[in-house]
């Protein structure tokens, strides 16, 4: 698309210059606004341009092309957003009868929208931009909020599945019981640990510049 291409290259000139990552993020976002470019995305064609990456284009897939984003096709996936915002990609990709890789390139590129939590909004953040620029407010480049930062994940939601997984309790007051002994039995060890993944996690984010990567590579 013309927009993402104008976009490519406004990151390259921004990588020229020697901007960060969200440096280049928040200039995209006053440029652009609505229609900026996902932060993954920023990110990844800014690393790619550091690297020494000249082409703004994007990478020919091998094969049959996708012929899956149409107007048709992103209206139909907007539609059934409007419905339901709380579906995921998977459900999305079943319901309209998409590959699911698609399907979020579409929400992300062709509809501009992001997950927050557990529902799918707009990128509107642009007016809160303008406001502070306008009243003199420093901002501070800060990185998107990552759910692989999220602290339950390490300790809290694995040992109590461990204690939960595979029984049956009968009564809600059961499970609250059997909840409490396991988080009653943390150890310090247990809690030592999970601040050392945390922190191997948030190294990886870091060096990724806040874009995806896996959870083996921890």
Not at 141 to 156: G, I, M, T, W
Not at 164 to 180: D, I, M, P, S
Request: proline share 4%; glycine share 4%.
């Amino acid at each position: 698309m013309r927009r993402n291409l104008e976009q490519h290259y406004a990151i390259k000139f921004c990588a020229k210059l020697g901007k960060s990552g969200s440096e280049t993020l928040q200039l995209l976002r006053t440029a652009y606004g609505d229609v900026v470019l996902s932060s993954s995305q920023v990110f990844r064609w800014h690393k790619a341009f550091k690297d020494g990456r000249e082409s703004v284009e994007d990478e020919q897939c091998t094969g049959r092309p996708s012929t899956s984003r149409t107007e048709n096709n992103v209206a139909r996936v907007k539609a059934v957003l409007d419905r339901d915002w709380r579906l995921n990609v998977r459900l999305i990709a079943e319901e309209v009868v998409l590959p699911k890789t698609d399907v979020c390139r579409i929400i992300t590129e062709d509809l501009h929208m992001r997950k927050i939590c557990v529902k799918l909004v707009p990128k509107n953040l642009s007016d809160v931009w303008e406001f502070l620029a306008q009243n003199n407010i420093i901002m501070l480049p800060h990185p998107p909020y990552s759910p692989d930062l999220a602290l339950c994940d390490f300790l809290l939601f694995p040992k109590l599945k461990t204690h939960l997984k595979g029984h049956y309790f009968g009564t809600v007051e059961n499970v609250r019981a059997t909840a409490t002994r396991a988080l009653n039995n943390t150890s310090s060890e247990d809690f030592l640990h999970c601040y050392e993944k945390w922190q191997q996690c948030w190294n990886c984010c870091i060096r990724s510049q806040g874009a995806y990567f896996e959870g083996d590579k921890l």
